[in-house]
């Protein structure tokens, strides 16, 4: 069973930053593409970033291009999202997750295993 554990959530004012992490155990943890996704209040799931098995590859949504960066370790299991100039509508609880292919991987669908998530408020 493998088991995804996020932290570094919590409440930044506009335009400051905050630091995701997953560390992840039951599984191997270098053959998952590891992705990032957040669910606001009343709106579905939706995709962050995402980063490939060999941290050649990454993906992210266009809403965060250019203030997200998202990195991995392999050697500690662990996923990180840098977040930074941060808005009001990046408010939502963020998800970690892993996935057994990179083919598809904007698609909330495409991951198999998920975080219990970790709240980033920024208020307006």
């Known amino acids: 069973q493998v088991q995804l554990v996020e932290s570094g959530g919590g409440l930044v004012q506009a335009g400051g930053s905050l630091r995701l992490s997953c560390t992840t155990s039951?599984?191997?943890?270098?053959?998952?593409?590891m992705g990032w996704l957040r669910q606001a209040p009343g709106l579905e799931r939706e995709f962050v970033a995402c980063?490939?098995?060999?941290?050649?590859?990454?993906r992210y949504a266009d809403s965060v291009k250019g203030r997200f960066t998202i990195s991995r370790d392999n050697a500690k299991n662990t996923v990180y999202l840098e977040m930074n100039s941060l808005k009001p509508e990046d408010t939502a609880v963020y998800y970690c997750?892993?996935?057994?292919?990179?083919?598809?991987?904007?698609?909330?669908?495409?991951?198999?295993?998920w975080g219990q998530g970790t709240q980033v408020t920024v208020p307006s």
């Open positions: 039951g599984g191997t943890f270098s053959s998952y593409t």
């Open positions: 997750a892993a996935a057994n292919t990179y083919w598809r991987s904007w698609d909330v669908k495409t991951y198999d295993f």
């Open positions: 980063i490939g098995s060999n941290s050649l590859s990454t």
